[in-house]
C-alpha cells in the first residue's frame, strides 16, 4: 500500500503545469510572454502606443507612451526582471521632455502574485493595488487595475490594447 501511495504522489508531482490553474511561484516570463510585441490602445481621448520585448536573459523591457491630439503627454518605461525573490515589474514615468515623475533613485515596483492561462497579477509593493495582465482574444489583451472592494480584488479594465499589424 506505501508503495501504490508513493507512485500516484510521484506521478501527480509530474502533471504538466498547464493543468494548474494558478500558480503562486515567483513567476516566470512564461506567465507574461504574450505581451510581447508592438500594442494600441484608446483611453480618455489619449492613444496608448506599447512595446514590449522579448525576454533577454533575466530581463523583459518596453515602453508605453500616451499621445493626446499628436502631442506627447505621458511616457512609462518598464522592466520585468527575474529576481531571487520571483519576477517583478519595475516602472518610472516621465512627462515631456522626459522629466520624471519619481524620484531620481525610485521606481514603482510590483511583485509577482500569481499567474494562470494568459494572466498575471503583480501588485504594487507597499500598497493594496493589483496590476493584472490578460490576454482576451488572439490579438488583444488588458491591463486592468484591482483594489479590494468588501475582501475581494475587483478589476477595472485601464487599457483594452491591440496588436499593431
Known amino acids: 500500500m506505501q508503495r501504490l501511495c508513493f507512485l500516484i504522489l510521484l506521478?501527480?508531482?509530474?502533471l504538466p503545469g498547464a493543468f494548474a490553474q494558478t500558480k503562486s511561484t515567483g513567476g516566470n516570463f512564461s506567465d507574461i510572454r504574450f505581451i510581447?510585441?508592438?500594442?494600441?490602445a484608446m483611453a480618455n481621448g489619449n492613444t496608448v502606443e506599447a512595446v514590449w520585448s522579448a525576454p533577454?536573459?533575466?530581463?523583459?523591457?518596453?515602453?508605453?507612451?500616451m499621445m493626446k491630439d499628436g502631442k506627447?503627454?505621458?511616457?512609462?518605461?518598464?522592466?520585468f526582471e527575474q529576481t531571487g525573490q520571483g519576477l517583478v515589474a519595475l516602472v518610472k514615468h516621465f512627462k515631456?521632455?522626459?522629466?520624471?515623475?519619481?524620484?531620481?533613485?525610485?521606481?514603482?515596483?510590483?511583485?509577482?502574485?500569481?499567474?494562470?492561462?494568459?494572466r498575471a497579477i503583480?501588485?504594487?509593493q507597499g500598497e493594496s493595488l493589483r496590476v493584472l495582465y490578460e490576454k482576451r482574444a488572439k490579438?488583444?489583451?488588458?491591463?486592468?487595475?484591482?483594489?479590494?472592494?468588501?475582501?475581494?480584488?475587483?478589476?477595472?479594465?485601464l487599457f483594452v490594447f491591440n496588436r499593431v499589424k
Not at 36 to 40: A, I, K, P, S
Not at 143 to 154: H, P, S, T, Y
Open 36 to 40: 510581447e510585441g508592438h500594442w494600441q
Open 11 to 14: 506521478c501527480a508531482s509530474q
Open 122 to 124: 503583480f501588485e504594487k
Open 96 to 118: 515631456p521632455g522626459l522629466i520624471g515623475v519619481e524620484e531620481k533613485e525610485k521606481s514603482d515596483r510590483y511583485q509577482f502574485v500569481e499567474a494562470g492561462k494568459d
Open 56 to 65: 533577454a536573459t533575466d530581463n523583459i523591457v518596453g515602453f508605453i507612451r
Open 139 to 157: 490579438d488583444q489583451f488588458v491591463i486592468a487595475l484591482g483594489e479590494q472592494q468588501e475582501g475581494k480584488w475587483v478589476f477595472k479594465d
Open 72 to 79: 506627447i503627454n505621458l511616457y512609462e518605461l518598464f522592466a
